[in-house]
C-alpha cells in the first residue's frame, strides 16, 4: 500500500496501514487483473477496495487450501476461526488479524451491510462440501454470497449518482459475470480440485457430465460437446455481461473508468478463452499484457475526461450523452437469471 494511498484516505495507525497493506499484497498476487484495474481508482478509495478484495482472496485461500497441507476437517476449522473474527471485528470496527482488521474498518467507514459478508461466509463453507451445483439457479445462489455480494459491498465505496437500490441489481450482476468468467477460465483446475461450477443442467444440454470431463482432462483429447457446452456458458457469461452494463453509468463519474476497465479486462478473458478454442480443461487461457496495458490506457482516458469541468463537458455532445445515461431508468431485471 502506498503512503499517498493510505494519506487519502485518511488512514494514519501504524498497525490498521499495514492492515490495509497486506490487503493490497493479497490483490497484487492473486488478482492481476482487477488489480490493476483498481489502480484507476481515486487514491482515497483504493485502501477500501484492496480490503474488501483482500478478505475474499485470504477466504478463498483458506477453502482452496493453496499451500496443499490442509485437511478438509483444518480448512473447516480455520473458515470457523475466521468467521469467529469477522463477526468480532464488524461489531467492535477492530481486529486481530490484520487482513480482518482492514475490512472491518472499512465497512465501518463505509456502512457496509454487515449480511453481505455473512452471506459471503456462507458461501465459502459452501465450499467445503459442495462439488457441483444441479442447475443454473442453484449456482446462483451459490453465487449470490461468494461474487455478488461483492458488487453490493464495492458500492458505497465507488459512489453512485443514483440512489444506491437503483444500482445494487446491476453491482451484483457484474460480480457475478466476474465470477462465471473465473469458472470458465478455470474449469480444468477447479475439476482438479474435486468441483465443477458450470452448471449440470447447462453440460446435459450438450451431453456432458463430470467423468466426460474428467478424461478430457486426464487425456487432454478435447470433445465437440464439452466445446459447445462452454460455447454455451461463455455465450451465458456474455448475457450477464450485457446485464450489468447499465450500472456503470449510475456510479461517480470519478470511478467508472476504473470499473468499465474492470468489466473490459474480464470480458478479454472470454475473448482470449476463445481465440485458445475454448481449451480451458487443458491449459489457462490468458489475456496478453499489451492487451492488458491498451485498456488500462484506455481507462486513464476516462479519468482525464471526468475531470473535465462540469461546464466544458456539460456543453459537449459527450456531456449530452453523459446526462442521458445518468438519467436512465434500471432496466428492472435481477441479477443473473
Known amino acids: 500500500m502506498t503512503a499517498r494511498e493510505l494519506d487519502a484516505a485518511g488512514i494514519t495507525a501504524p498497525a490498521l496501514r499495514a ?12 488478482g492481476r487483473t482487477y488489480f490493476l484495474a483498481t489502480r484507476l481508482l481515486p487514491p482515497e478509495r483504493r485502501c477500501a477496495v484492496h480490503a474488501l478484495y483482500g478478505f475474499a482472496r485470504w477466504a478463498d485461500d483458506i477453502v482452496d487450501a493453496l499451500d496443499g497441507r490442509e485437511t478438509p476437517a483444518e480448512r473447516d476449522r480455520l473458515l470457523g476461526l475466521l468467521e469467529r473474527d469477522l463477526a468480532e471485528g464488524l461489531r467492535r470496527g477492530r481486529a486481530d488479524e490484520p487482513v480482518v482488521r482492514a475490512v472491518a474498518d472499512t465497512a465501518q467507514r463505509y456502512g457496509i451491510d454487515p449480511e453481505l459478508f455473512t452471506d459471503f461466509m456462507a458461501s465459502m463453507r459452501a465450499d467445503l462440501t459442495v462439488t457441483d451445483y444441479p442447475t443454473y439457479q442453484d449456482l446462483y445462489g451459490y453465487m449470490h454470497g461468494s461474487a455478488a455480494v461483492i458488487g453490493l ?18 453491482a451484483a450482476a457484474l460480480g457475478v459475470a466476474f465470477q462465471l ?5 478455470d474449469v480444468g483446475e477447479d475439476l482438479d480440485r474435486g468441483r465443477v461450477y458450470l452448471p449440470a443442467d ?23 460437446r464439452i466445446r459447445a457446452a462452454l460455447v ?34 474480464y470480458g478479454g478473458i472470454l475473448d482470449a478463452i476463445v481465440e485458445d478454442g475454448y481449451a480451458v480443461l487443458h491449459r489457462r487461457a490468458a489475456v496478453p499484457l499489451r492487451r492488458r496495458a491498451a485498456v488500462a490506457v484506455s481507462g486513464l482516458a476516462g479519468i482525464l475526461a471526468a475531470r473535465v469541468p462540469r461546464r466544458d463537458r456539460a456543453a459537449s455532445p459527450a456531456g449530452e450523452a453523459h446526462r442521458r445515461a445518468t ?11
Open 19 to 30: 492492515a490495509y497493506a497486506a490487503c493490497r499484497e493479497l490483490n497484487a498476487r492473486h
Open 153 to 170: 459491498q464495492m458500492l458505497p465505496v465507488l459512489g453512485t449518482v443514483t440512489r444506491r437500490s437503483e444500482a445494487e441489481p446491476y
Open 181 to 185: 468468467t473465473n469458472f470458465l477460465r
Open 202 to 224: 447447462l453440460l446435459a444440454a450438450h451431453g456432458v457430465d463430470r467423468p466426460l470431463l474428467e478424461w478430457s482432462r486426464r487425456t487432454g483429447r478435447d470433445d465437440v
Open 232 to 265: 454455451a456458458a461463455a455465450a451465458l457469461t456474455r448475457d450477464v455481461y450485457r446485464q450489468a452494463e447499465p450500472g456503470i453509468a449510475m456510479l461517480e463519474p470519478r470511478v467508472r473508468p476504473c470499473i468499465r476497465t474492470a468489466s473490459t479486462l
Open 327 to 337: 438519467r436512465r431508468p434500471p432496466a428492472g431485471r435481477g441479477a443473473a437469471r
